[in-house]
């Protein structure tokens, strides 16, 4: 499976960005799908995740309400869109596939965001 994710970018404070993230080698609707963020500095945290069901996890409290996850089986892709940015979002943003709990994940190259004051 390979991962990448892209559309990251400069954005100011309160603006919006759409990450994508494009999975081959495997369908997304066999893989629980998540996005990551690792900010300068810091560990990597998780941001929110949608299931092989398609059903969306919760997200974490820090972007609850702004970001949303979202996926295209037809486009065998998964999206975290993301509004009313603030400077402390910025991070680089990672996607990840698991079959299970248990298994070896994937991670794909991340996008680096970047929200400006």
């Known amino acids: 499976v390979q991962l990448q994710a892209s559309g990251g970018g400069l954005v100011q404070a309160g603006g919006s960005l759409r990450l994508s993230c494009e999975v081959s080698g495997r369908t997304i609707n066999n893989y629980n799908m998540a996005w990551f963020r690792q900010a300068p500095g810091k560990e990597r945290e998780f941001v929110q995740g949608i299931r092989w069901s398609g059903s969306v996890t919760a997200s974490a409290d820090s972007v609850k309400g702004r970001f949303t996850v979202s996926r295209s089986v037809a486009k065998n892709m998964i999206y975290l869109q993301m509004n009313s940015l603030k400077p402390e979002d910025t991070a680089v943003y990672y996607c990840?596939?698991?079959?299970?709990?248990?298994?070896?994940?994937?991670w794909g190259k991340g996008t680096l965001v970047t929200v400006s004051s």
């Open positions: 990840k596939a698991s079959l299970n709990a248990r298994s070896v994940p994937y």
